[in-house]
């Protein structure tokens, strides 16, 4: 009986103390904000989700996002002191600085952080932005088919990048595999197939395996269909 009752108040001081100390996500389910979420998870630093329609610009819990970041994107981090950080490449470093235990990007400083600062803004800028006309129906047949063009050739890139790699930068899982993951999760929705670039294939299903991102996807409510399949198989 005192044991049960110990645990049960070791339990919620734990969960105070998370609470505390976490740190706020404002994301929205399959979009960049992933990328975050998922190195959250992987740094085990305390911190908790909200999430934004991005339609209605409110959050769950029905406050405007544009007194939270007027840009009006996610994902934004709001810190204990209620500072607000935004911009994805931004995030996933301070984070990865926040826990440099979890070794998701080299030490500030070196060259090897301005090679993986040079991946994230090709994947922000080149990658990212490519995809978003063509979720855009009204973007027109021509910027689609550039949009897919340049999608191609910087995609070829990435899969010479990855040949004989399991990561972006080598062996080691960093924030840019985070965000190159989260974005090319979009592939299946804008029926683009990477059947052409087998490394990138086979990274994209390597990566989904990590226990960070089968959590995020599931925390975001997109494992829901394959969870169902699985229970009906099992
Ligand atoms: N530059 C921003 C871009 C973020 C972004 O494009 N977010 C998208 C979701 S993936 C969004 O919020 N779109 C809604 C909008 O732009 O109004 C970053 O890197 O964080």
């Known amino acids: 009986m005192i044991c049960c009752i110990l645990a049960v108040l070791t339990r919620l001081t734990a969960q105070v103390f998370n609470e505390r ?73 301070f984070l990865a600085d926040m826990a440099p235990g979890a070794n998701l990007a080299p030490s500030n400083g070196t060259l090897e952080r301005y090679q993986l600062v040079s991946l994230l803004n090709f994947i922000a800028a080149e990658i990212h ?8 129906r009204d973007a027109g047949e021509a910027v689609h088919r550039s949009a897919r063009a340049a999608l191609a050739t910087r995609l070829a890139y990435l899969e010479q990048q990855l040949e004989g790699s399991d990561f972006l ?57 394959q969870d169902r399949q699985r229970r009906a198989v099992t």
Not at 55 to 63: E, F, L, P, S
Not at 70 to 83: F, M, R, S
Not at 129 to 136: A, G, I, R, T
């Open 169 to 225: 930068t080598g062996v080691t899982f960093t924030i840019a595999d985070a965000y190159l993951y989260a974005v090319l999760t979009w592939c299946g929705a804008v029926d683009l197939s990477l059947s052409n670039f087998n490394n990138l294939e086979a990274y994209v299903l390597r990566v989904g395996l990590r226990p960070s991102v089968q959590q995020a996807l599931r925390a975001e409510g997109l494992l829901k269909t």
């Open 21 to 93: 100390n976490a740190v706020k996500l404002y994301f929205s389910p399959g979009a960049c904000s992933m990328a975050p979420h998922i190195v959250l998870l992987e740094t085990g630093l305390p911190f908790t989700l909200v999430a934004v329609d991005l339609r209605t610009q409110t959050t769950a819990g029905g406050a405007s996002y544009a007194s939270i970041n007027p840009k009006g994107q996610v994902p934004a981090l709001e810190l204990k002191d209620g500072t607000v950080l935004t911009e994805g490449p931004a995030i996933m470093q």
């Open 129 to 136: 932005k490519n995809f978003v006309p063509l979720f855009d």
